[in-house]
């Protein structure tokens, strides 16, 4: 199976700034799109943004021109720039992957989550 470790969450004061990092591993082929979600107490987990592995990335509204998400193929880890924090960010972010377990003759298709880092944004 894959493993998707992050870390980066905490505490922070509105507009300022905070970065994610998700690392992958296990026999993995290939993973073709990363994201991060995010999911407030009381709210349903949102997408916050996503990458292809060919570096083309999508945000919620919400996020865009804050936000910056990142990967780093060689070392099958996503980043999350976070920059201008507000209160209504505070929330669990979570780490997703879709993910080629094996090789290019056996390749086992997988959504992979990691376990949530906190962030907190207030004064």
């Known amino acids: 199976q894959v493993q998707l470790v992050e870390s980066g969450g905490g505490f922070v004061q509105p507009g300022g700034s905070l970065r994610l990092s998700c690392a992958a591993s296990?026999?993995?082929?290939?993973?073709?799109?990363m994201s991060w979600y995010r999911q407030a107490p009381g709210k349903e987990r949102e997408l916050v943004a996503a990458?292809?592995?060919?570096?083309?990335?999508n945000y919620t509204d919400s996020v865009k021109g804050r936000f910056t998400i990142s990967r780093d193929n060689a070392k099958n880890t996503m980043y999350l720039q976070m920059n201008g924090l507000k209160p209504e960010d505070t929330a669990v972010y979570y780490c997703?992957?879709?993910?080629?377990?094996?090789?290019?003759?056996?390749?086992?298709?997988?959504?992979?989550w990691g376990q949530g880092t906190l962030v907190t944004v207030s004064s």
């Open positions: 997703n992957a879709d993910v080629y377990l094996g090789s290019y003759y056996y390749a086992v298709p997988l959504s992979a």
């Open positions: 296990g026999s993995i082929f290939s993973i073709p799109r």
């Open positions: 990458i292809s592995a060919g570096g083309s990335a």
